[in-house]
């Protein structure tokens, strides 16, 4: 009995599995369908620059062919003396400081040009002199006294310090140099330096700069999504970087003289005004480059002096207005970051003491004078002031009245 049950049992299952295998059999072509999302791209290949950084002291040319300023110990220019001219007939006057350098010096304010992109770039520069009056350009600096019946000027764009090498190899350092003494070197052949006897151009390249290029970041926002660049915080050290670097930058200054010439041709020429101009261009090397500009790494702010308890200060409000002052800010372990510079030295970290006082921040400078180089303030001096609050670095400048 036993076994005619189980046989009829086997019998059910084998039917059932037949029903069900031949029902399988019936959709044995199943598609799986899943939209996939294409998260995003950005583009890596970023063309930016920094474009010349020198005031226009750098192009400002005080022309004294027969040394009256030193003659006459500086008579003629109030607050200054004849220590703060150099002994030559073609001067400019300087910002950049440092050992030797002078008020008015023989050579001009550097001009610093730097990549802080992440592709390389040629770049082209062009220098002239216009409105030269009755005053005649030269384009030899050994042979400018010969000439007696004319007023003669000679400037020159000093080589300084040229792009280096290709990071791929590329021999960029002995090209540049190439084109840049191929373009008119020295006057006298003895010195890289570029003669301003008309408008001459050169175009150089650069490379990229491994300590900018290290700084771009991947970031997302809800407004642009997905973009790529130097974050607002390491703007600063971007530039630092690029202008450090000597693959990826240019520097030159500008030097001139005047021939002796006569009477007659100098009085002449007073009434001349020449203007010494540079221009430049730039390209990216690589194709697909997106242009773009670095992002503000200062926001414009008011300084002014306080009296906190005996000690003078600065305070420095969000806005470049008396009135406003830090949204939130209530605390001095708020500020991050702070600094001070003396007129156009170097930016020093010595603060005496940091306050907050209703949403302002107090920086005092009394114990700090000596590391930035000063020991008391003349009418004209400035005091930079740099503090970082909530990731954003505000920059206010006091002078002195």
């Given at each position: 009995?036993?076994k005619?049950?189980?046989?009829?049992?086997?019998?059910?299952?084998?039917?059932?599995?037949?029903v069900i295998?031949?029902?399988a059999?019936?959709?044995?072509d199943?598609?799986y369908?899943?939209a996939?999302?294409?998260?995003?791209?950005?583009?890596?290949?970023?063309?930016?620059?920094?474009?010349?950084?020198?005031s226009?002291?750098?192009?400002?040319?005080l022309?004294?062919?027969?040394?009256?300023?030193?003659?006459?110990?500086?008579?003629?220019?109030?607050?200054?003396?004849?220590?703060?001219?150099?002994?030559a007939?073609?001067l400019?006057?300087?910002?950049?400081?440092?050992?030797?350098?002078?008020?008015?010096?023989?050579?001009?304010?550097?001009?610093?040009?730097?990549?802080?992109?992440?592709?390389?770039?040629?770049?082209?520069?062009?220098?002239?002199?216009?409105d030269?009056g009755t005053i005649?350009?030269s384009?030899?600096?050994?042979?400018?006294?010969?000439?007696t019946?004319?007023?003669?000027?000679?400037?020159?764009?000093?080589?300084?310090t040229?792009?280096?090498n290709?990071?791929?190899?590329?021999?960029?350092?002995?090209?540049?140099l190439?084109?840049?003494r191929?373009?008119?070197?020295?006057?006298?052949?003895?010195?890289?330096?570029?003669?301003?006897?008309?408008?001459?151009?050169?175009?150089?390249?650069?490379?990229?700069?491994?300590?900018?290029?290290?700084l771009?970041?991947?970031?997302?926002n809800?407004?642009e999504?997905?973009?790529?660049?130097?974050?607002?915080t390491?703007?600063?050290?971007?530039?630092?970087?690029?202008y450090?670097?000597?693959?990826?930058?240019f520097?030159?200054?500008?030097?001139?003289?005047?021939n002796?010439?006569?009477l007659?041709?100098?009085r002449?020429?007073?009434?001349s005004?020449?203007?010494l101009?540079l221009?430049?261009?730039?390209?990216?090397?690589?194709?697909?480059?997106?242009e773009k500009?670095?992002?503000a790494?200062?926001?414009?702010?008011?300084?002014?002096?306080?009296d906190?308890?005996?000690s003078?200060g600065y305070?420095?409000?969000?806005?470049?207005?008396?009135?406003s002052?830090?949204?939130?800010?209530?605390?001095?372990?708020?500020i991050?970051?702070?600094?001070?510079?003396?007129n156009n030295?170097?930016?020093?970290?010595?603060?005496?003491?940091?306050?907050?006082?209703?949403?302002m921040?107090?920086?005092t400078y009394?114990?700090?004078?000596?590391?930035?180089?000063?020991?008391?303030?003349?009418?004209?001096?400035?005091?930079t002031?740099q503090v970082?609050?909530?990731?954003t670095t505000?920059e206010?400048?006091?002078?002195?009245?």
């Amino acid at each position: 009995m036993f076994k005619k049950n189980l046989k009829r049992f086997v019998a059910i299952m084998l039917t059932a599995a037949m029903v069900i295998g031949s029902s399988a059999m019936a959709y044995a072509d199943p598609q799986y369908n899943y939209a996939g999302d294409v998260e995003g791209w950005v583009n890596k290949k970023v063309f930016t620059v920094l474009v010349p950084t020198a005031s226009a002291n750098a192009l400002k040319m005080l022309i004294d062919p027969q040394k009256l300023i030193k003659d006459t110990a500086a008579a003629a220019k109030e607050g200054l003396s004849a220590n703060d001219f150099d002994d030559a007939t073609v001067l400019f006057p300087r910002t950049e400081t440092g050992a030797g350098i002078k008020k008015f010096s023989s050579t001009s304010d550097s001009i610093s040009m730097a990549n802080v992109g992440t592709v390389s770039v040629n770049f082209t520069i062009a220098v002239g002199i216009t409105d030269l009056g009755t005053i005649v350009l030269s384009d030899n600096k050994t042979t400018i006294n010969n000439t007696t019946d004319k007023a003669v000027l000679f400037v020159e764009m000093l080589k300084g310090t040229l792009p280096g090498n290709n990071s791929s190899g590329v021999d960029w350092a002995a090209d540049n140099l190439t084109k840049w003494r191929a373009v008119g070197a020295g006057g006298t052949g003895t010195t890289d330096a570029i003669v301003v006897s008309q408008n001459k151009s050169v175009t150089l390249s650069a490379d990229v700069v491994p300590a900018v290029k290290n700084l771009y970041k991947v970031s997302w926002n809800s407004t642009e999504e997905y973009t790529y660049g130097i974050p607002k915080t390491s703007v600063s050290t971007a530039k630092i970087n690029a202008y450090a670097a000597t693959d990826g930058l240019f520097k030159t200054q500008f030097s001139g003289t005047t021939n002796n010439g006569d009477l007659v041709a100098w009085r002449d020429a007073k009434a001349s005004q020449p203007k010494l101009s540079l221009t430049y261009s730039f390209e990216a090397v690589e194709d697909g480059a997106d242009e773009k500009d670095l992002p503000a790494d200062t926001v414009d702010a008011y300084a002014n002096v306080q009296d906190f308890g005996g000690s003078t200060g600065y305070v420095l409000l969000t806005k470049p207005s008396e009135s406003s002052t830090f949204e939130g800010l209530t605390s001095a372990s708020q500020i991050t970051g702070y600094k001070l510079k003396y007129n156009n030295g170097s930016y020093v970290d010595v603060i005496d003491k940091v306050m907050v006082y209703n949403g302002m921040v107090g920086i005092t400078y009394v114990n700090a004078k000596a590391a930035l180089g000063f020991d008391s303030l003349s009418a004209g001096d400035k005091i930079t002031v740099q503090v970082v609050y909530d990731d954003t670095t505000y920059e206010a400048v006091y002078t002195q009245q």
